[in-house]
C-alpha cells in the first residue's frame, strides 16, 4: 500500500475533517480515570472504530454481534461500533491517520495487519497494553500467539487468527489406504503421501499434491525452522545462505521432476491454474493453502465437489518444532488518548478470546478452545468437513503460528529478488546453484544500497 505524504492530509477541506470528526468521534460521557472501569448505574462508553463489515447468512454484522454479547456480559462498559469505509481497509487507515492528525477521539481502532498496526504506533497514536496484561500475573508472551511488539512494547492484541495447513481429499486418502496424517509428521512424509497418492497419466493423471505458484511455496520450510521474516537475520542482513531455502527448493522441484508427484510449475503457471479447482475438481489430492480455504469446503454452489476435506498440519522440516506453521492476524489497538482504556483493554481482550467463538473466527490466544468454532463451520456440512482432523490442527496444543513482523522494508526487495530467481529455477531456466549464487549476491547488494 502507498502511503500518503503527511504533509498533503493538512489541504483536505474544512468539510470533509467535520464530516469525519461527527462520524468517528466518541460521544463518551465519563471523565474518569484513564485506568479504572466506573461500576454504578451509567455505564462507560467506549467507541469501536473498524472498517470490516463482514456479515453473517443472516445479514447481521460480526463485530457488532461481538459488541452485543460483550455489552450484556459488561453492564458497566457499553461498547458502540463505528463502521468506516466498510471493507475498505485503505480507506480506513487513511481516514484513521486524519482523525489523529485532527484529534478526533476514539477508543479502540481495528488494524488490517501487524505492519499497518507497528507504523502507526511508532508515530505514538496507541496506549501500551503490556501494565494490563501483567496485572494479571502473565507476560504478553505467556498469552498470545502472535507478537505485537514494537520496539520491546506492545501497544495492542492480535485477533482472527490465521494459519496454512494441508488439506487432503479423503476418499483419495482411503482408497489409497493412507490414514489422515499425524500431527508431527515431516515434509518427507509429505512426500511419501504425495507418491501413494499420485495415479493415472496423461490428462486424466492425479496428482498427489498441488503447490501454488506464489513465491512463498518456494520458501515455506523457512517458517517451520526460522522465526519471522525468511529472508532477513535478527541483525538486518541478509539470511538467504541459509542452507534450507537450497534444500526446499530441491525438494519442491524433485517432487515435480523426479516422482511427478507434484504438478509443475511450468504447468501451473503456463495455465493460470486455480488451486481451489484443482483441488475441488479432484486433479490434486493434497493442497497446502491458507485456513481460509474452510469457507470455500462448503460452498458447494461455487465449487461443486461431495468429498470430504481432511485438514493436516504444515509438516515439520526436518527437525524442525511441531506445530509451527505460516500464520497472520488482525489488531486492535487503545487510542493513546482515550479516557477509559481499561475498559478498551477488556473489551480488546474479549474479541481476542471468547468473543472469536461468536463469530466464527479463531483465536490468536494460545491454548484457546477453539471446539466451537469448528463445529460452527462445519455444522450441517458434517460430509465436506471431517471435523476431527481439523480439531486436531486448531486445537494442537503446540500450535505456533509464524507471521513476518521484522524488517518489512527488507522483506518486500527481497522477495521480488527472490520471486524472480526462483522462477527461474522452477521452469527449468537455471540451475540451483546459480539460482541461489545469484539470490545471496542480489540480497547483500540491495540490503547495502
Known amino acids: 500500500m502507498t502511503k500518503k505524504k503527511w504533509v498533503s492530509m493538512f489541504v483536505v477541506s474544512g468539510v470533509l475533517i467535520s464530516t469525519l470528526l461527527a462520524g468517528c468521534s466518541s460521544d463518551s460521557k465519563s471523565s474518569g480515570s484513564a ?4 461500576t454504578g448505574k451509567d455505564p462507560v462508553e467506549i467507541s469501536f472504530l473498524t472498517y470490516d463489515g463482514t456479515k453473517n447468512k443472516d445479514g447481521k454484522y460480526l463485530r457488532q454481534l461481538q459488541v452485543d454479547a460483550f455489552n450484556e456480559a459488561n453492564p458497566d462498559i457499553k461498547v458502540k461500533l463505528d463502521l468506516q469505509s466498510e471493507n475498505d481497509s485503505v480507506e480506513f487507515l487513511k481516514k484513521l491517520d486524519l482523525m489523529s492528525l485532527s484529534g478526533a477521539k476514539y477508543d479502540v481502532t ?57 488439506i487432503l481429499n479423503k476418499k483419495m486418502l482411503d482408497e489409497a489406504g493412507l490414514p489422515v496424517p499425524p500431527l508431527d509428521w515431516t515434509w518427507d512424509d509429505y512426500s511419501t503421501y504425495a507418491k501413494a497418492l499420485t495415479k493415472g497419466d496423461g490428462p486424466n493423471k492425479v496428482y498427489g499434491s498441488y503447490m501454488h505458484t506464489w513465491a512463498e511455496y518456494r520458501r515455506e520450510a523457512l517458517f517451520a525452522t526460522k522465526l519471522d521474516n525468511p529472508y532477513v537475520k535478527d541483525d538486518g542482513s541478509s539470511n538467504l545462505a541459509d542452507p534450507v531455502f537450497k534444500e526446499w527448493l530441491q525438494f519442491i522441484r524433485d517432487m515435480e521432476q523426479v516422482d511427478g508427484s507434484q504438478i509443475t510449475y511450468a504447468d501451473a503457471k503456463s495455465t493460470n491454474m486455480a488451486y481451489r479447482d484443482v483441488f475441488f475438481n479432484g486433479k490434486a489430492a493434497m493442497v497446502f493453502t491458507g485456513s481460509w480455504i474452510a469457507a470455500d469446503i462448503i460452498n458447494t454452489e461455487k465449487f461443486p465437489h461431495d468429498f470430504t476435506t481432511v485438514f493436516a498440519m504444515m509438516p515439520r522440516w526436518k527437525d524442525s518444532p511441531e506445530g509451527r506453521t505460516s500464520g497472520s492476524s488482525t489488531y486492535n489497538a487503545i487510542n493513546k488518548s482515550s479516557a477509559n482504556k481499561e475498559a478498551a483493554y477488556k473489551f480488546m481482550k474479549f474479541i481476542s478470546g471468547d468473543g472469536a467463538n461468536i463469530v466464527n473466527e479463531f483465536s490468536t490466544m494460545i491454548g484457546a478452545d477453539n471446539t466451537a468454532t469448528v463445529k460452527a463451520i462445519a455444522a450441517g456440512n458434517e460430509a465436506l468437513i471431517d ?24 522483506f518486500a526487495v527481497l522477495e521480488d529478488i527472490y520471486n524472480v530467481e526462483t522462477e527461474k529455477y522452477m521452469v527449468g531456466g537455471q540451475d540451483l546453484d546459480t ?10 547488494a540491495a540490503l547495502t544500497k
Do not use: C
Open 35 to 38: 485506568t479504572n472501569v466506573p
Open 110 to 166: 481495528a488494524l488490517p495487519s501487524y505492519k499497518d498496526y507497528a507504523e502507526r504506533a511508532l508515530k505514538d497514536l496507541f496506549a501500551p497494553v503490556d501494565e494490563y496484561i501483567q496485572a494479571e500475573g502473565k507476560s504478553f508472551e505467556d498469552v498470545y500467539q502472535f507478537t505485537a511488539d514494537v520496539n520491546g512494547v506492545n501497544y495492542g492484541l492480535p485477533y482472527n487468527s490465521s494459519i496454512y495447513y494441508v
Open 387 to 410: 471435523t476431527d482432523s481439523m480439531l486436531n490442527v486448531w486445537n494442537h496444543p503446540k500450535l505456533a503460528p509464524n507471521p513476518i513482523t521484522k524488517f518489512p522494508e527488507s
Open 435 to 444: 539460482t541461489i549464487d545469484k539470490l545471496v549476491k542480489q540480497a547483500e
